[in-house]
Nanobody, 120 residues
Framework: QVQLVESGGGLVQPGGSLRLSCAAS????????MGWYRQAPGKQRELVAT???????NYADSVKGRFTISRDNAAKTVYLQMDSLKPEDTAVYSC??????????????WGQGTQVTVSS
C-alpha cells in the first residue's frame, strides 16, 4: 500500500508565497513521476506541474515563472514552491504519483488534497 501525505496549504494574500510538500510512503520500488493538480470550485481538475524520475519538468502555462516543482528522491518527496500567488490560484491542490511497487507494474496514487486560498 502506498500513501501520499500532503502539507503546506493555507491562506495567503495576493503576491504571497506558499510551499506545498507531498511525501510518499509504503511499498515503493520506483517513483516514476510526481506532480501537483488543482481543482477550483466549479472547475475541472487541472495539471499544475509534474516532474519525472529523470528530472524532466512540465508546468501549466498559467503557473510558469511563478511556481517551481522539485523532488527529493531519497525522501520520496515532491515540493511545489508557489510565488506571486494570485486569487485565481485558489483551489484544492492534490499530489499525484506514478509509482511501481514491483518492477513493470505502474499505478497512480493521489493525496488527500490541501486547500490553498489566495485572498486579501
Amino acid at each position: 500500500q502506498v500513501q501520499l501525505v500532503e502539507s503546506g496549504g493555507g491562506l495567503v494574500q495576493p503576491g504571497g508565497s506558499l510551499r506545498l510538500s507531498c511525501a510518499a510512503s509504503g511499498r515503493i520500488f520506483k517513483i516514476n513521476s510526481m506532480g501537483w493538480y488543482r481543482q477550483a470550485p466549479g472547475k475541472q481538475r487541472e495539471l499544475v506541474a509534474t516532474i519525472d524520475s529523470s528530472g524532466s519538468i512540465n508546468y501549466a502555462d498559467s503557473v510558469k515563472g511563478r511556481f517551481t516543482i522539485s523532488r527529493d528522491n531519497a525522501a520520496k518527496t515532491v515540493y511545489l514552491q508557489m510565488d506571486s500567488l494570485k486569487p485565481e490560484d485558489t483551489a484544492v491542490y492534490s499530489c499525484n504519483a506514478d509509482i511501481s511497487w514491483i518492477p513493470l507494474v505502474r499505478e497512480t496514487y493521489w493525496g488527500q488534497g490541501t486547500q490553498v486560498t489566495v485572498s486579501s
